[in-house]
């Protein structure tokens, strides 16, 4: 009897400390469906890595020496998936820019990695999405062989993440492959705004604002440069 092969993800490491390398590398080698490519111990030998290879998915260490992590992704013209890995906490704001998968902080408990995996791969393999129906109160998106409806005052802010959408609910987050633009052209601007190229947020779910962040559902969002002029409450 023969089994189906599961699919093999490649996946990079980019990280300077020799022993954290080597635990992403143990945990690495017990998901059977990631192949690691290559360790590399810093941003320069990472990107001839990309440049030569197909890489699926990259754990980014922030703190290399030479060029620093986010520099590293800025510098990227078609960047993998990319699951950040950090003994600080306070780069997170910095990746809204970035399309960051998940973001592990040091030390990595195994249960952890697990889950930032399986983030990646439900991307990986998400279908592609198509609005069906828009109507005052909900939409219907369909996903494979499935139709999501979504009422509308339960959304608290949708966040894209490159070909991906995570609309954020009462009830949950609901993940899809669909462009955030696709869907903005469907809401309602009285009820929703664009405040980011990543973010469009319910109004009548804003907590706290400023001049470039508001908060909606506990989570501070940044105001993107280019939507603060056409941005009105």
């Given at each position: ?22 635990i992403?590398?143990?945990f ?67 990746g ?34 198509l ?51 696709r ?51």
């Amino acid at each position: 009897m023969t089994h189906p092969v599961s699919k093999k993800y490649n996946c990079i490491i980019v990280e300077d400390e020799p022993i954290a390398a080597e635990i992403l590398e143990n945990f690495v080698s017990k998901d059977e469906e990631l192949h690691l490519v290559e360790k590399c111990s810093d941003a320069v030998y990472a990107g001839s890595i990309l440049n030569r290879q197909d890489i699926d998915l990259m754990f980014l260490d922030l703190h290399l020496p030479v060029i620093k992590g986010f520099e590293f992704l800025k510098k990227l013209k078609n960047p993998p998936l990319v699951i950040v890995t950090t003994a600080y906490h306070q780069y997170a704001v910095e990746g809204y820019e970035l399309d960051i998968v998940d973001y592990l902080m040091k030390p990595i408990p195994y249960e952890r990695f697990t889950k930032a995996v399986e983030k990646f791969k439900y991307l990986m393999n998400a279908e592609e999405a198509l609005l069906e129906a828009a109507d005052r109160d909900h939409i219907f998106i369909s996903s494979g062989k499935k139709q999501i409806k979504i009422v509308l005052h339960d959304i608290f802010f949708i966040e894209s993440l490159r070909e991906y959408i995570h609309i954020h609910t009462k009830a949950g987050t609901i993940t899809v492959k669909m462009p955030i633009s696709r869907i903005e052209e469907s809401l309602d601007p009285k009820m929703f705004v664009r405040i980011h190229k990543s973010y469009i947020i319910s109004r009548s779910k804003i907590e706290v604002r400023s001049a470039s962040m508001i908060q909606v559902n506990g989570k501070k969002l940044p105001i993107g440069r280019t939507y603060k002029p056409f941005i009105e409450f």
